[in-house]
């Protein structure tokens, strides 16, 4: 079965400072990859996205991520956090058969000042 | 571009009773999703429509809620009779055809609370 690990439910950061948002999935072949960022009262908003091709990815914000193989991961990256960046990120695998989203339980993000 | 509309906002109701909530997808969007995200996890999918077919509805609950795309356009997702481990925010989401390098859109959610 196919699933989506984020390890960490809450991280903390100041700002300014480097984030890391960890994201393992499983799954027999090569997913796509997603990741998604909700702020409160909002709906999902794509970050970036994975299907093939160079494995570090650029996304909206300054996000960036890397899809490493032999660890299935797909960890979210951003080199200086903003206070506006707190909110709940989720990362999300597709199966390649009919576009249908696993979502991981996502991390909740405060930056403090 | 309008983003995918979603209605009511919040709804409060007593278990047994039945509720609907309405999304109007992105304009020429063909797929519609509804999600369903209980608090600290992650949306599920509950059902996914291509045009007005149902291409996916494995994880709803049929014997409570059912779901419609008539004219292929907005769709409705009904619960009758609500549980209390039915409140949740329910999501819509839209892409553009099938496919699983469409990106998504989601709309902001109904907040449903079965007391």
């Known amino acids: 079965a196919q699933s989506v690990t984020q390890p960490d439910i809450h991280i903390t950061v100041s700002e300014g400072a480097s984030l890391e948002l960890r994201c393992n999935y499983s799954y027999g072949a090569t997913p796509y990859l997603f990741w998604y960022v909700q702020s409160p009262g909002q709906g999902l908003q794509l970050l970036l996205k994975?299907?093939?091709?160079?494995?570090l990815v650029q996304g909206i914000k300054g996000f960036e991520a890397e899809f490493k193989r032999s660890q299935s991961s797909f960890n979210l990256r951003k080199p200086s956090v903003h206070w506006s960046d707190a909110a709940e990120y989720f990362c999300?695998?597709?199966?390649?058969?009919?576009?249908?989203?696993?979502f991981g339980t996502g991390t909740s993000l405060t930056v403090i000042p | 571009e309008a983003g995918v509309a979603q209605s009511p906002r919040y709804k409060i109701i007593e278990k047994r009773q039945s509720v609907a909530f309405w999304c109007n997808p992105i304009?020429?969007?063909?797929?519609l999703y509804w999600y369903q995200q209980i608090l600290g996890q992650g949306p599920k999918l509950l059902i996914q429509f291509q045009n007005n077919g149902v291409v996916d509805d494995s994880q709803l609950p049929k014997d409570r809620f059912s779901a419609e795309r008539l004219k292929g356009v907005d769709s409705t997702l009904k619960i009758q009779p609500a549980k209390l481990e039915d409140s949740a925010v329910y999501l819509c989401?839209?892409?553009?055809?099938?496919?699983?390098?469409?990106?998504?859109?989601f709309g902001p959610g109904t907040r449903l609370t079965v007391l």
């Open positions: 999300a695998v597709v199966i390649n058969t009919g576009n249908q989203f696993y």
């Open positions: 304009s020429g969007h063909a797929t």
């Open positions: 994975y299907f093939s091709g160079d494995t």
């Open positions: 989401a839209s892409s553009i055809r099938l496919a699983e390098y469409n990106e998504q859109f």
